[in-house]
């Protein structure tokens, strides 16, 4: 009945545009889905527009490049024509394969096995052709859609024989309809994600480069685009020793990986992962899928080995990121730097991660001043008004109040089916035993938006207002945001503004 009430099935399949680009099932008053699953898939019927191609094949600048690659870096190919390499791609979004196909290209001089992996109903019968001509003999795999391309690789590695290779390259499609964002210290624009992960290891001299240095006796045992090799911050590390310990692998002090996980290493270090199973069900909003891309190069570093970067687009980087300084003056990753609170991990990976503040404190406030905002699909699913509500009105207050285990168990069930922060029954009873027992963390504070509206801690605040009442003053952590163009728009002046220096 959903398509009926004006809901898509998933942000990749549009009942609107099915119905456009097949005017006989919008006559019939058809269920889109169900049509397309019984009938349109097998007739070839599409379910969304053709988007505008934003991958780039470039293919005669890049057979120039791909010349003078081969000129630059002759004795290394020559002396590295041996080598046994297995290329594994998970090929998710299909105009993309147009520009890896002259990424694949630049492995000419080498023999190489191609294994594809896609998912069904994302790569038309076309694609496939076109990836069986580029690579007679390619293993083409299809996979159910998990979301997640470390998965697919995860899955595929158990039935490699390593001992027939000498490296492995780990590809991707990724995604470039983006906006310009801010990670790791660093700005990237739309293409910029895609292009380092692909110049780092597959570059015309990049390529070259990167087989005859894990061809070597050298302690380089995966290899990446430099500037995606990095260290994460203490609350992802957190998130990620969660999974390590549920997993039983050591935990380290700290670790670097390879972000966006697009990378070539020596394939006899991947054995001890070979043996890994490990449950990769989801709890929260911290993927298992996240946590295993970094175990990946950590068991490169256990093994005493090292991850190397390929030094690539400098001239584009330092242009990029000539105002980087001045975006992390605006990002909340100041918030981490403050010793004098901290910040719960799952919300700082869901609300805080990219994003950017005009600044921050800490003010004290009665309770009865928060407020609680639910997202559009919670307020569809548990009929919340579109204002935000205060504490007593929330799920978890009416439960503290009336013991309302059903409902609360639903909001919990919701909270998991969606991504969001993992809580359970058992969760809250222990916070509240916890704050009626030792009293509130005023280190674990309340953060609230200008408008005291919470963005994380709202169970602390019910178990307050159950015990203490709406006039209790609580000290909370006010953010005043600010848009990704506004951050953007103010690096700039502020950059432009270093330049010209003092006036007067």
Not at 17 to 37: G, I, K, T, W
Not at 75 to 97: C, D, K, P, T
Not at 169 to 178: N, V, Y
């Amino acid at each position: 009945m959903g398509w009926e009430q004006g809901f898509d099935p998933s942000p990749q399949f549009s009942n609107a545009v099915y119905f456009e680009l097949n005017s006989d099932v919008a006559q019939l008053h058809h269920c889109p889905l169900l049509h397309y699953e019984l009938h349109g898939k097998a007739e070839g019927r599409r379910y969304t527009k053709a988007a505008k191609n934003v991958y780039k094949a470039l293919r005669i600048r890049r057979a120039w490049e791909r010349r003078r690659g081969r000129r630059e870096c002759a004795q290394g190919i020559q002396e590295n024509q041996g080598a046994r390499i297995l290329v594994i791609l998970h090929l998710f979004y299909e105009a993309s394969w147009a520009e890896i196909k002259e990424y694949l290209k630049n492995l000419g001089p080498y023999r190489y096995d191609l294994v594809v992996s896609y998912c069904e109903g994302f790569l038309s019968e076309k694609a496939l052709d076109s990836v069986r001509a580029f690579k007679p003999g390619v293993a083409l795999i299809c996979r159910e859609n998990t979301g997640a391309d470390v998965r697919h690789f995860h899955e595929l590695l158990k039935d490699v024989d390593l001992d027939a290779y000498d490296i492995v390259f780990k590809l991707h499609s990724k995604g470039t309809k983006r906006k310009p964002f801010f990670i790791y210290g660093q700005l990237f624009g739309r293409r910029d994600w895609f292009l380092y992960l692909y110049e780092g290891i597959l570059g015309a001299v990049t390529v070259h480069k990167t087989i005859a240095t894990l061809m070597q006796e050298n302690r380089t045992g995966m290899m990446a685009a430099a500037n995606l090799i990095v260290e994460d911050p203490l609350h992802k590390k957190k998130l990620v020793y969660t999974y390590m310990e549920k997993w039983g692998i050591p935990i380290p002090e700290t670790y670097r990986f390879v972000a966006g996980t697009c990378f070539a290493v020596r394939a006899r270090l991947l054995k001890p992962l070979q043996a890994l199973d490990v449950d990769l069900e989801r709890k929260g909003v911290f993927s298992p899928d996240h946590a295993l891309e970094r175990i990946y190069c950590l068991e490169v570093l256990n093994a005493g080995y090292e991850i190397t970067g390929n030094p690539v687009m400098e001239e584009h980087y330092r242009e990029r990121n000539r105002y980087a300084g001045f975006l992390h003056a605006l990002s909340t990753e100041r918030l981490y730097e403050d010793e004098r609170f901290t910040l719960d991990e799952e919300f700082s990976y869901m609300a805080l991660d990219n994003r950017f503040m005009e600044g921050y404190e800490i003010v004290e406030i009665p309770l009865s001043d928060l407020r609680r905002s639910y997202p559009p699909k919670m307020r569809e699913y548990f009929g919340h008004p579109p204002e935000p509500v205060e504490i007593p009105e929330t799920e978890p207050y009416q439960y503290l109040q009336h013991g309302d285990r059903e409902t609360y168990r639903v909001y919990c069930e919701w909270h998991q089916e969606n991504h969001k922060p993992y809580m359970t029954e058992e969760r809250f009873d222990a916070l509240v035993a916890s704050i009626r027992e030792n009293g509130f963390d005023d280190r674990h504070l309340i953060v609230v938006n200008a408008n005291n509206v919470i963005k994380d801690g709202q169970h602390r605040a019910c178990c307050l207002y159950y015990t203490e009442g709406g006039d209790f003053m609580v000290p909370v952590l006010r953010i005043y945001s600010l848009s990704r163009g506004q951050a953007l728009r103010r690096a700039r002046e502020a950059h432009r503004e270093s330049l010209q220096g003092p006036q007067g």
